[in-house]
């Protein structure tokens, strides 16, 4: 094991993402977060720490209660299949958490319910009024001059005038000692200018005491001494960093998780939740007597094009929808390449398609295809052994190790894209090497046989180093690179040197790691999308421009109500559900795509409206006899009855 990671062997490392609020589906810009930490927790990993790595969801708050109420279900529910769509989303992207914590599980709910309970014992917390201006989606709290041309200065929305009794968390007795805790520890905000705009923006004016509770909404964990009041979002979602450990101060020994891995090395947060993580959060822990965090980064945006992404300006763009087309990997490689240190990055299709094809399948792809094709032709497939070095062959040793030096120290920072860069430099160069050994020619002279070896087996190593660096970016790949290499040395211990692989072995079978993509053809496919999207969407908005159907066009559809007896999976199909329903006259099969959306167990014993004259058709090879009314696009809702309907009753 090389001398730094014999340093570091099993010491411990905490990371976490900001919780996703369960709110709706996220995009591309909510996921290159859980992608980035999950970057830095592989790497830590390779290089012998014992990592905890975890994320989760904020599922709290009147935009959630809101939500539900427009969908006509319960707030849990409705975030049990939100918070089912971004852990979808988290693992379709090969991230590689140890807990998913959710701020409704019960242990996080009981934990909040005793900080609360302690802050406010201790003094920290007092009953108020609270007037000012409020930001639903943002869930913040403004003071007049904090507002922007009248509406939230975070994200530009209308706000509300808002009066309500509250408790108040005692923020301006800790800020001198918070501004002195920063000033003592300047890595603790990271990047610097992130700290530099919470000191002069918000400790230098004064800190004002912080509302922690709300009365307007029940949605939420009750204060156990004044059920009326909700504990806000402040306390409890900031919470989960320590209670996914098994914190609770009521307990006088806390468990062997927390004393393990907290304080957090670092949490990993958008930088428009700056000031909650770097400010709220420390000053409520230094109220519990907990340690603070090492550090926390705040991490630019990913704007689509030079905007931010947004619903309402239809640019949003989903992780799940790229990996379609670019692979889990290649969305992976895209956003971790493309995010700069400190300033927002910016995705395109035109972007997205030429990283691809210029870093993933020309300079990585053709270089491990080129080499194992080499191997084969040459060597029979057997790794042949190195017989001593020319000039070239210790320029592009020096490239290698002058690269995970380089790497190492880019990563230790966060400097995520300029880590790919300095990889993808390294491979360049070996692409280099061989324009300058010309293996094709050397393998025409028997008497260069050995120098032939020499250069294929240093290519060869190039390419399981670059697997060794490049697994925490693309790790379904770096796997089959190592099974094409077919090594095993794939830790930071086998790269302390150049030349760990061991020859005499034979190479796996050659695969195409990443193949060309016809950049017209695949924007034309895009746009074609994008067009289809948009109509669908404008006729959601303009209904009246549907076609307009007589009182006998709609008889003619017949809307059933029916219970649903039986309800089962479809093999084979994630979207697809089986249902036996009951008509009263009939019992009958329908197949429905609301996998994703509802558990089979969840719907059984709901009654439900049936368009009970709709021709069988079939699904996966599965008969339908008839649809469920539901509505929406990206969120599927059955419409539910009373369940005293009776079976079979006409819908008119």
Known sequence: MCKDCKEHNKEKYYITTAIA?????????????VIATDAIARYKRQRGYDVRFMT???????????????????????????????????????????????????YHETAVEHIFKKLYDKGDIYKGYYEGWYCTPCESFFTETQLVDGKCPDCGREVAKTREEAYFFKMSKYGDRLMEYIESHPDFIQPESRKKEMINNFLKPGLQDLCVSRTSFNWGVSVTFDPKHVIYVWIDALSNYITGLGYDPDNEEQPELFKKYWPADVHIIGKDIVRFHTIYWPIMLMALDVELPKKVFGHPWFNFGVDKMSKSRGNVVYAD??????????????????????????????????????????NLGNLVNRTIAMTKKYFDGVIPAPQGDEGVDGELKSCVAASIKKFCAQMDEFRISEAAETVFEMLSRANKYIDETTPWTLAKDKALKGRLGTVLYNLLEVIRVGAVLLTPFIPATCESIFAQV?????????????????????????KVLFARIDEKKMLEEIETERKAKEEASKAMEKPEGCAIIGIDKFMEVELRTAEIIA????????????LQVDLGYEKRQVVSG??????????????????????PAKLCGIESNGMILASGEETIRVVFLDKDTPNGERVR
């Open 21 to 33: 609020y369960a709110s709706r589906k996220p995009h591309f810009g909510n996921t290159y977060e």
């Open 486 to 510: 077919n090594t095993d040395l794939t830790d930071y211990a086998s790269i302390e040197s150049f030349g760990a692989l061991r020859s005499g072995v034979a190479v796996g079978e050659a």
């Open 56 to 106: 989760g969801t904020d599922e709290h708050g009147q935009k959630v209660q809101n939500l539900a109420e427009e969908a006509g279900i319960s707030p849990k529910k409705y975030v049990d299949n939100v918070a089912g769509e971004i852990k979808r989303i988290w693992d379709l992207m090969n991230t590689s958490y140890d807990h998913f914590i959710r701020t409704t599980d019960d």
């Open 567 to 578: 309800c089962e999976a479809v093999p084979k199909a994630k979207k697809l559900l089986k």
């Open 594 to 615: 609301i996998a994703k959306f509802y558990k089979p167990e969840d719907l059984v014993g709901k009654k439900v409206i049936i368009v009970a004259n709709l021709a």
């Open 321 to 362: 929808e790229l990996a379609e087309k670019f692979g889990v990997d290649g969305v992976r490689y895209y956003a971790l390449s493309e995010m700069p240190y400190a300033n927002d990055g910016s995705i395109t299709y035109e972007n997205i398609i030429n990283r691809f094809n210029t870093d993933l399948a020309n």
